[in-house]
């Protein structure tokens, strides 16, 4: 199969857009080399590169913001290199390197980590992690909550005799300041468009860069993005890897992206802009979207040595069945990264319109919804009922000697029937139950090891039907089934002055793995046919499936997966009328295609090569428009879709997993259709 040439413009669909490189609210047009984006309580924060300090920027909503200054400075060093910043119970650990300040050898970088316990600063050095050359960090957690830091050294491949270069690494860490010291090599240089410098030594051999690694997972696959070439030329772009996740993050075997020896950028260059690389990858204030923010260089721009002129551009991610795709660099205006159904800062004096408060005395304001501790029980509940959601909320509590209980209604009916999960710092535990007719039963139980309640840790929540995980500071901690049926969310505190903040819920719910089982509930299949946790296969014919009620307003996406190359075949239609007036997307052998079919005229939108069998077709069905992304390719048709469903026909392929999400962005006017 071919790998498509991903540059392209998305469809408009929402009101609210943005134009690359970002704004700032004073109207100064800043730089931000090497951007890294983090979030906190509800508002993003990014990190860069500069050689003064580590500059930091705020943005509620990933497009506009405003900027803070140094979050760090140390008196004799500069050149401050590539910041990450991660934030483990109470403590943000801004990891950066930088040079002797009378020093005019890059080689000098060395790495180390600071703290605070303000994202925004300002950090305190304490401790240099090596006494070489070592950049690029990013510090994650992997699902067992291990810590893994991803980091860039000389010494792995640099007296090689071909590929010499920059290699990324990783390595355990006992703690967040602490390596296990046992690093292991992820990416090596293997391709001659990561060159840095041609007979950069003078002895013969070409200097390659492979740097700036971020890691995310998705599902059963891990992906790791890095950048190459050299960060001063017009070339530098941004690459990937992927892995099998099924081991831990230091243990993942990775290749590169299509593979170790053919190149193929998510990001490069383009005529517009130039220069595109050192990336990280944020989700989008829905919770669900991810992002991609990177930097780049006006290619109109005459490049001037010594003037740094790398500004902060963020485009929508893609993850295209075990590939990601991209249409970065843009340039042109196009959708805003989408906003949660609901949302709530906590920056007014009392709570929003959307709560309802039960029970206990609630005060809100300066980014924090808090209650009392004179009262037995604090309720606030949302009064959007719904039966599938994802949500997070960030909670800390005042400890007294009676202990602290605080945490969430992830499933109120009525004051009869309702699920909390409480995080109980005398058990140390974090627990649900399950509670109706005033008698309780305890669901689901968990340790909370060396956790200090009074500082703010993120709770996480995805409900889906009668099954609800919930995550604290990312990490999936319970899984239970509670009462079905649409309810509110709520907040909750026992006797404890607790504080709420950054509280967002979108409607979604996602089908994988051992929730495939659910399938039933969105489609109807038109013969007998098993789910697996490999998904739901057509074999031995076709099978057909009906959605069982409309997608209007949502964004789909179904991960498909071709089991030939010569007779799997998909016909999938995300707005059906009937046989003779739909949009549908074939995919066979030769392709994937998006058809018009109005009247019985077919008119091909788009024709476009695979890049592997598994692939993803991502859809928002609106009320006079569909917009279509799979292949590479975005397209938007207006077309009437009142009364319309979902439908596909299967043949010698599968369905891996269906993802819903609602689309709560006002669509923007289109002309009607004739």
């Not at 050898?105 to 703290?115: F, G, I, K, Q, Y």
């Not at 240099?128 to 950049?135: H, L, S, V």
């Not at 293997?190 to 070409?206: I, K, N, Q, W």
């Not at 060396?450 to 999936?476: A, P």
Request: with cysteine.
């Amino acid at each position: 199969m071919t790998v498509p040439d991903r540059q392209y413009e998305l469809p408009r669909l929402d009101t609210r857009s943005y134009r690359n490189p970002l704004s700032y609210v004073d109207g100064i047009r800043r730089t931000n080399p090497d951007p890294f984006g983090f979030k906190h309580r509800g508002r993003y924060y990014c990190y860069s590169t500069d050689e003064h300090g580590v500059n930091v920027s705020r943005s509620d909503d990933l497009v506009t913001w405003e900027h803070h200054g140094y979050a760090l400075q140390m008196p004799g060093r500069r050149n401050f290199w590539a910041p990450c910043v991660f934030y483990d119970n109470g403590t943000f650990h801004l990891y950066v390197s930088s040079v002797p300040e009378d020093s005019e050898d890059p080689h000098d970088e060395r790495l180390m980590v600071a703290v605070s316990d303000d994202p925004l600063g300002p950090y305190q050095y304490v401790a240099t992690f090596f006494d070489k050359f070592a950049i690029d960090p990013q510090v994650v957690r992997d699902v067992d909550g291990q810590l893994h830091m991803f980091y860039s050294t000389n010494d792995v491949t640099g007296l090689n005799s071909a590929d010499a270069g920059t290699s990324i690494l990783v390595d355990r860490m006992l703690d967040a300041v602490t390596l296990a010291g046992y690093p292991r090599p992820v990416l090596l240089p293997t391709l001659p468009e990561e060159v840095y410098a041609v007979d950069r030594f003078g002895d013969g051999r070409d200097w390659h860069t492979v740097e700036g690694a971020t890691y995310l997972r998705h599902r059963d696959r891990a992906f790791l993005t890095y950048s190459g070439n050299a960060y001063v030329r017009e070339n530098y772009f941004v690459g990937y890897g992927r892995a099998t996740a099924d081991a831990s993050i230091h243990d993942l075997v990775w290749s590169k992206y299509p593979s170790d020896h053919d190149y193929h950028a998510l990001i490069s260059r383009n005529d517009r802009v130039e220069g595109t690389g050192h990336n990280s990858i944020v989700i989008a204030p829905n919770l669900i979207d991810p992002w991609i923010m990177y930097h780049g260089r006006e290619a109109d721009e005459e490049l001037i040595p010594g003037v740094e002129q790398r500004s902060l551009r963020i485009d929508p991610l893609f993850i295209d069945g075990d590939t990601l795709d991209t249409n970065a660099p843009s340039s042109e205006p196009q959708d805003a990264p989408a906003l949660p159904d609901l949302r709530d800062a906590f920056d007014d004096a009392r709570l929003g319109e959307d709560w309802v408060v039960l029970e206990g005395t609630w005060t809100s304001g300066d980014r924090a919804a808090t209650t009392s501790a004179d009262r037995a029980r604090s309720l606030a509940v949302n009064a959007l009922r719904i039966e599938s959601y994802r949500a997070e909320v960030d909670i800390a509590a005042t400890l007294d000697h009676a202990g602290a209980r605080a945490g969430i209604v992830p499933v109120y009916l009525g004051p009869n029937e309702f699920v909390e999960v409480l995080l109980d710092s005398g058990l140390a535990r974090i627990t649900a139950r399950h509670v109706t007719g005033n008698v309780g039963v305890m669901l689901a139980s968990a340790p909370l090891p060396r956790f200090d309640v009074t500082k703010f840790h993120l709770v996480g929540v995805q409900r889906l039907f009668d099954r609800v995980t919930v995550q604290l500071d990312g990490i999936d901690v319970l899984t239970f089934c509670a009462p079905e049926g649409p309810a509110s969310f709520g907040l909750t505190a026992h006797q404890t002055a607790a504080r709420f903040s950054g509280f967002s819920l979108t409607r979604h719910l996602q089908l994988w793995g051992e929730s495939l089982a659910l399938l039933p509930r969105i489609y109807a299949a038109s013969r007998q046919a098993d789910v697996t946790l490999d998904g739901l296969a057509a074999l031995g014919g076709e099978l057909e499936l009906v959605a069982l009620d409309d997608r209007a307003e949502t964004v789909t996406t179904h991960d498909f997966e071709l089991m030939s190359s010569t007779r799997g075949r998909i016909r999938f239609s995300p707005a059906w009328l009937d046989d003779q007036n739909q949009l549908l997307v074939e995919v066979d052998a030769s392709g994937l295609r998006v058809i018009r079919i109005r009247g019985g005229r077919r008119d091909e939108l788009v024709h476009a090569p695979l890049a592997e069998r598994r692939f993803s077709v991502r859809t928002t069905v609106l009320a006079d428009q569909v917009a279509v992304h799979a292949a590479g390719r975005g397209v938007v048709v207006p077309m009437r879709t009142a009364g319309s469903s979902q439908r596909m026909t299967l043949l010698t392929s599968r369905l891996r997993a269906y993802e819903a999400t609602s689309f709560n962005g006002p669509p923007q006017e289109n002309e009607e259709e004739g």
